[in-house]
């Protein structure tokens, strides 16, 4: 446990030094905040139970927008700044090392939607004209999505943009094939295999399977993520 710690907590520090990155967090966290909120102010005076609902899934898209960036860019960082060549020679455990990238980049995704929520309540209150409302957080379901969902998501996108980054090497293509992996998740619905509800028995189970779904394959990526990966990807 105390490795794990000790690699996210290098990964967070090259994080905070990545403008790039910092750009991306603030400009998603920003966007989904408050432009969805204006939108709705200026075109229905009010929220309503239709844009209550669309504001939440606004924040689902926060946290795709920050995950699969910051998935694929906690490997393509390393290359460029020389620091897989450092951790080939620690005793740091397979593992460990795609624990803490999938890890990281899992509480970024998660506090953007946070962020995103505070951002659209205040906003809301100041471009909606009716004072503080708890907007979709008032209902069970909304809450759900708000806290648990996008939870899954950011874990589901973590795995699969750690994964395919060491793949794939290179940042678009991997941010790419990151977010068509959550577009695959709407196929089931599209098809018409599933039917998409918004009851709360609904949105509950479908965060349950969602999120059991995530860490399956977190599991099945420590499993088979093997430490030549990371010498492979460092000799292309």
Known sequence: MSDLRTMMAKEFAELRGNRRFLWVFLVAVMAMGVL???TFANHHGHF???????????????????????A?????HERVGHTLDYLLTTRLSAR??????????FIVGYVAAMLAIGVQLVAAAILGGHGFQWLYLAVPGGRIIAFGMTADVSLYVAVIGTFVALRVGEQRAAYMVTLLSVGLLTVPFIAGWLRLSLTTAWIGHAAMWLGAMAVVLGVIG????RRDMLVLYLQE
């Open 36 to 38: 969805p909120t204006l």
């Open 48 to 70: 309503g139970a239709l844009g209550t609902i669309l504001l939440v899934l606004y924040v689902l898209f926060a946290t795709v927008a920050v995950g699969a960036n910051t």
């Open 72 to 76: 694929p860019d906690l490997v393509l």
């Open 96 to 105: 460990v090392i795609f624990g803490a990238k999938v890890a990281t980049a």
């Open 222 to 225: 420590s499993r088979i993520f």
